[in-house]
Nanobody
Framework: QVQLVESGGGLVQPGGSLRLSCAASGSIASFLTMDWYRQVPEKQRELVARIFIGGSTVYADSVKGRFTISRDNAQNSVYLQMNGLKPDDTAVYYC??????????WGQGTQVTVSS
């Protein structure tokens, strides 16, 4: 059973940057997708960015051009570089993965707060 642990969240001013990391306790090389989701209170968790096993990516319209997802299979890690942060980006960010067998994994989340 692979565990996912996020880090890198915190408080940042509007326009600032943060880099989130997701460290897996085992290999993610066979994971079909690795994603970042986010959630604010009383709203559904939403997909922010996805990276496929082949390296292609998809982004929510709200973050296109500002966020970049990447994965390092050798380090069993996934990253989310967030630039040009806005107050609307404030949320708990979750790492998520799905392996070739359809098994789904979630991290515990990391808080990102964008405020002056």
């Amino acid at each position: 059973q692979v565990q996912l642990v996020e880090s890198g969240g915190g408080l940042v001013q509007p326009g600032g940057s943060l880099r989130l990391s997701c460290a897996a306790s085992g290999s993610i090389a066979s994971f079909l997708t690795m994603d970042w989701y986010r959630q604010v209170p009383e709203k559904q968790r939403e997909l922010v960015a996805r990276i496929f096993i082949g390296g292609s990516t998809v982004y929510a319209d709200s973050v296109k051009g500002r966020f970049t997802i990447s994965r390092d299979n050798a380090q069993n890690s996934v990253y989310l570089q967030m630039n040009g942060l806005k107050p609307d980006d404030t949320a708990v960010y979750y790492c998520h993965g799905q392996d070739w067998n359809g098994q789904i994994y979630w991290g515990q989340g990391t808080q990102v707060t964008v405020s002056s």
